[in-house]
């Protein structure tokens, strides 16, 4: 039962749709932004707490899109300054609860967000993501199933909450937020990367199956960007060295000493460069769309092992029964 100081998901949804019919004007009045139009997409972004995901969701709000902007532990100040800033602008930006970790808060917040849009959204943006660092030794299982359950197991979750609808309406794009860290390996980096090369091998492994569906797929692989997973990384490797044997990170001490006090606050890239590689990808001929894109104005070693991963799926099955869904991916 809701408690009086928090209105009902219902209530909400109420609010939202009264808004969105009683001032169609304003809401079309978004501040102008740099990129393709997005008018009439329909998108849900997974983690719009903070980083790529806030950035995100105002970008492509301001391009045209109603954006269904999704984070965990409602109410928080982050949901409030979101909000603020889209009413400000009037832009077409609706904040719902999705916990990517907790099966009824995905099922929820999807059904609550079709119910918003009519029993349609077009883009899922599975960007929720987290990341603990140290040896994987160190790397206990509580640490490991928190990192697999929000950066893999919760894009399943999101994948099976809404693929349903996208299959009925023969269409859809889906974008997943890996990292250049799904291709290449720093060591000390806990299990962050076997995540995201789980990320990749599941989105292309989707891509493929989507096909007759009418369904892309794109994999997207950032490099470092000065946003708050660097304090979250932080607080979930503090918190891991803290519990763990001090034997054990003696035996590691080159990759155990700084756990926990990793700073990007000296990077500069813009973080806005992924939101605006997704919206240029939106905006591309259905057919056209890449399945991975490298995204940094630096170094992109994950885009020779991209070509080449490409170059042996299509020589490996392209003249097989499963070369038309292959070919139609990579060609």
């Known amino acids: 039962m809701p408690t009086p100081s928090r209105p009902s998901r219902r209530e909400l949804i109420a609010g939202a749709a009264a808004l969105t019919a009683a001032t169609p004007a304003l ?8 990129g393709p139009s997005l008018k009439g ?38 949901a409030e300054t979101l909000t603020a800033e889209a009413a400000k602008e009037k832009l077409d ?52 199933q928190l990192i697999f359950d929000t950066n893999v197991f919760g894009i ?13 309406a023969k269409g859809g794009q889906i974008f997943n937020i890996s990292s250049q860290l799904g291709r290449v ?36 692989q950032p490099g470092g960007y000065p946003t708050k997973v660097w304090v979250n990384r932080n607080a979930y490797t503090g918190a891991l060295k803290a519990r763990s044997d001090a034997a054990l990170l003696a035996a590691y001490a080159p990759f155990t000493r700084g756990m926990g006090t990793e700073d990007g606050s000296g990077r500069s890239a813009d973080p806005l460069d992924v939101p605006m590689a997704i919206a240029e990808i939106m ?13 940094h104005p630096g170094n992109k070693p994950q885009e020779a092992i991209n070509r080449v991963s490409a170059e042996v799926q299509v020589a490996w099955l392209g003249g097989g029964a499963l070369g038309p869904l292959v070919k139609a991916v990579h060609d």
């Open 27 to 34: 809401l079309q009045a978004a501040i102008p932004a740099a």
């Open 41 to 78: 997409r329909t998108i849900l972004i997974t983690g719009a707490s903070s980083g790529f995901g806030r950035v995100g969701a105002l970008h492509y709000a301001r391009l045209g899109a109603k954006v269904i902007a999704t984070m965990r532990g409602l109410p928080r100040a982050e």
């Open 93 to 144: 930006l609706h904040i719902f609860e999705i916990d990517v970790t907790d099966d009824d808060s995905v099922k929820n917040g999807v059904a609550d967000a079709l119910e918003l849009t009519g029993g349609r959204i077009d883009t899922l943006i599975n960007n929720a993501g987290i990341g603990i660092t140290g040896p994987v030794e160190v790397q206990d299982m509580a640490a490991t």
């Open 156 to 168: 399943q979750r999101m994948l099976r909450a809404l693929l349903p609808q996208m299959r009925a």
């Open 185 to 220: 390996i720093v060591p000390g980096g806990g299990h962050y990367s076997a995540t995201k090369f789980a990320v990749e091998a599941l989105s292309e492994q989707l891509a493929y199956e989507l096909v007759p569906h009418g369904i892309e797929v794109t994999v997207i």
């Open 283 to 295: 905006a591309m001929p259905a057919g056209k769309r890449p399945l991975r894109r490298a995204v």
